[in-house]
Structures are given as C-alpha cells and as structure tokens.
C-alpha cells in the first residue's frame, strides 16, 4: 500500500535507519489528526499566519516519508496563506487534510503487512 510514499527514499532520509523510520513513522499516525484538525482550525478562523505556519510544517512532515504529492499540495496551500488568499487556501486545505489522512493510512497498513 506504500505507493503513495516511498518507503526506501525516506528511510533513506533518515540516515538509513529503519528502525528511526519505524518509530517516526508511528509518531505521525499519532498525530496525523492533530495536524489535520490544525489546518481546518486555522481556515475556519480566518487565519492566514497560522494556516501558513501548518502547512510548512506539514509539507515537512510529508517530505519526510517522501510523498511527493503531498508535499507539493502543502506548499501550495502554504503559498496561499502566505500571500493571505483564504479562498484559495479552502481546497488547498481539503486536499492536504485528505493527503495527511492517506498517509496515515498507509503507514499504519504497512507496519502490520
């Protein structure tokens, strides 16, 4: 199911180290919904600055396990908040919060595959 990432390249990332992306990967699905609930906070809100400040760490968190799709759906929402385009943002937002829970999702069924 690890389509959606790339598991060597992000092991890779981490030094080689399988068993770091192991444990980082159960901290994501922890707080994936943290991260999700964030972004929807933030728009709901009206606050840019916040939204912004989510969606960089976000597109982080996805470069981390190198899912590129992901990634490059933060940074555009990241870029819409920055230049303060909510409107923009609210699809932006719906399609990482989708993203963050894909991942989620498939980290979790490939640690008991």
């Given at each position: 199911?690890?389509?959606?990432?790339?598991?060597?390249?992000?092991?890779?990332?981490?030094?080689?180290?399988?068993?770091?992306?192991?444990?980082?990967?159960?901290?994501?699905?922890?707080?994936?919904?943290?991260?999700?609930?964030?972004?929807?906070?933030?728009?709901?809100?009206?606050?840019?600055?916040?939204?912004?400040?989510?969606?960089?760490?976000?597109?982080?968190?996805?470069?981390?396990?190198?899912?590129?799709?992901g990634r490059a759906q933060a940074w555009a929402?990241?870029?819409?908040?920055?230049?303060?385009?909510?409107?923009?943002?609210?699809?932006?937002?719906?399609?990482?919060?989708?993203?963050?829970g894909d991942l989620a999702v498939a980290l979790?069924?490939?640690?008991?595959?």
């Amino acid at each position: 199911m690890s389509a959606i990432y790339d598991r060597e390249d992000a092991i890779a990332r981490l030094g080689g180290d399988a068993s770091l992306f192991a444990s980082v990967a159960d901290l994501f699905v922890a707080d994936s919904e943290s991260y999700r609930q964030s972004l929807r906070v933030a728009l709901a809100g009206g606050d840019a600055g916040e939204l912004r400040r989510v969606a960089h760490t976000v597109k982080s968190v996805l470069a981390t396990f190198s899912f590129a799709e992901g990634r490059a759906q933060a940074w555009a929402l990241e870029q819409a908040a920055a230049a303060g385009d909510l409107v923009q943002a609210a699809p932006l937002v719906a399609a990482t919060d989708a993203a963050l829970g894909d991942l989620a999702v498939a980290l979790a069924h490939d640690k008991s595959a």
